[in-house]
């Protein structure tokens, strides 16, 4: 079935780096979606990509629909502590309108 | 406005033991859903719901059972807990099924089967 892996696992850098992760999978995506949770709450969307080839940020964030559709990237520039969490990536399961997630990307920020 | 409240926070329940789970959304949304999250799997989907008094599979229903009386709770039940069901369990809603827009999560209910 349509599955969504995600790299690097987890991530250590220190505050003021950038960051950088993807999200690929063997089936086509019509949408990808880029989800953060922090530690104690649950998911919560920060960015949606509809277009291959689309580019999109949210402040610090970008993110990249990849142009097979079969990936996506999200950078985040000058880390801070609070950017601290587990990054998802998400999709619509082929021809319905459930998601499926990604494995995570646990990214740690040191002061 | 709470978006999507779930309770108990914590749990501990011994082996064969049943209980419920409880989902509210006070945003009228149609779709709910839940998920269970172990280290290393990500977000998996149990069951979800398209409307009031519909439910339905997901990934990983084994084990669980889930009710939908009421457009705006979702309750997720285990009638013989496990091990295996150790987890955490976040509900989610969505205006429509068009999950383009993303879904609106719980804070989670953290699960421990002894």
């Known amino acids: 079935g349509q599955q969504l892996n995600q790299s690097p696992q987890s991530m250590f850098i220190q505050e003021g780096e950038d960051v950088s992760m993807n999200c690929t999978s063997s089936?086509?995506?019509?949408?990808w979606l880029w989800y953060k949770q922090d530690p104690g709450e649950g998911p919560v969307l920060l960015i949606a990509?509809?277009?291959?080839?689309e580019l999109t940020s949210n402040g610090r964030l970008t993110a990249q629909f990849g142009i097979t559709r079969k990936d996506s990237f999200l950078n985040i520039s000058a880390s801070i502590p609070s950017d601290v969490g587990i990054y998802f990536c998400a999709g619509p399961l082929y021809n319905t309108d459930k998601l499926i997630f990604g494995t995570g990307t646990r990214l740690h920020v040191f002061p | 406005n709470a978006g999507v409240t779930q309770t108990p926070k914590f749990r501990v329940l011994k082996t064969g033991q049943s209980m419920t789970l409880l989902c509210a959304q006070d945003m009228n949304h149609e779709y709910m859903y839940w998920y269970r999250q172990d280290p290393g799997m990500g977000l998996r989907l149990i069951h979800y719901s398209v409307g009031e008094g519909t439910t339905a599979k997901g990934e990983v229903p084994d084990g669980y059972n889930v009710s939908r009386l009421k457009k705006q709770n979702f309750l997720l039940g285990l009638e013989s807990a496990a091990p295996s069901q150790t987890s955490v369990y976040f509900c989610?809603?969505?205006?429509?099924?068009?999950?383009?827009?993303?879904?609106?999560f719980g804070s989670g209910t953290r699960l421990t089967v002894v």
């Open positions: 989610a809603s969505s205006p429509t099924g068009l999950s383009n827009y993303g879904y609106t």
């Open positions: 990509l509809y277009k291959a080839g």
């Open positions: 089936s086509i995506f019509n949408t």
